[in-house]
């Protein structure tokens, strides 16, 4: 949103005084529109990226995915895969408390008759080591300039145990999701959400903390996939500056 905003303000600011007060609405109308179609191009453009990760012929039974909390650009990057008749692999999905949000990934890749393994999230370490996942992917809900990605609470954890564990760790995001004012020294904030989420009834004088979110470091991501293709996270300023110069 931050940066549909960039980009229809931007726009506005090149024509804003040669124009009407209704052709100023027409505008940002068109705008609107006009972002919601990079966002839904960029989204088929990743998943038809990142299902090149998944093999077409593994050696093994299964090839092991791993995912966690829930992002409709993961899914669409399975699905895809799916789609293109890469049936051999199956997915390992977090529940991601509070909130349960992996019940959603696990739904979606169910219904599209992918096989699916549930886990609490803290048996991460456990799964990956005994079901010798071959690939993590999540998704992002904000990139800095420093390549630095902010997700769901968690992230960080799988990420470091795909450090530990050798096993590829992705980001699949848009980079729509690149937030340009971090290059500026603006820091991301991490939500802290209503501790309600965690217990309802939590005894008084209880201190319940509930962060939504976390960073993972550029240095445990290894590769980013995005529209422009996958690139070290490192690099995110040159490409979005190269493929969205009117949401600098």
């Not at 303000?9 to 209704?22: A, E, F, P, V, W």
């Not at 109308?29 to 960029?42: I, P, Q, R, V």
């Not at 071959?134 to 990605?149: C, H, K, M, Q, R």
């Amino acid at each position: 949103m931050r940066n549909g905003l960039n980009y229809i303000m931007n726009r506005l600011k090149k024509k804003i005084g040669s124009l009407s007060i209704k052709e100023i609405l027409e505008l940002i109308t068109s705008c609107k529109d006009e972002y919601k179609l990079l966002m839904k191009n960029s989204k088929k453009k990743i998943a038809e990226i990142g299902a090149r990760r998944i093999p077409d012929v593994s050696t093994d039974d299964n090839f092991v995915i791993m995912t966690h909390c829930h992002s409709s650009i993961v899914n669409a990057i399975l699905l895809e895969a799916k789609r293109q008749g890469k049936d051999h692999f199956k997915v390992v999905a977090t529940e991601t408390q509070p909130r349960l949000q992996g019940r959603k990934t696990v739904r979606k890749l169910l219904d599209a008759g992918i096989e699916v393994i549930h886990v609490v999230d803290s048996a991460m370490r456990w799964v990956v080591n005994h079901y010798e996942v071959d690939l993590i992917i999540i998704g992002a809900d904000s990139i800095t300039s420093e390549g630095t990605i902010i997700n769901k609470i968690g992230s960080r954890l799988l990420a470091l145990v795909a450090h530990e564990e050798h096993v590829p760790f992705y980001v699949a995001s848009p980079l729509l999701k690149y937030n340009p004012q971090t290059s500026f020294g603006i820091l991301e904030k991490i939500e802290m959400r209503d501790p309600k989420e965690v217990w309802e009834d939590a005894p008084k004088g209880l201190t319940i903390l509930n962060p939504a979110f976390e960073t993972v470091s550029r240095r445990y991501i290894d590769g980013l996939i995005t529209e422009a293709g996958i690139f070290a996270s490192s690099h995110v300023h040159n490409y979005f500056e190269k493929l969205y110069p009117d949401m600098l």
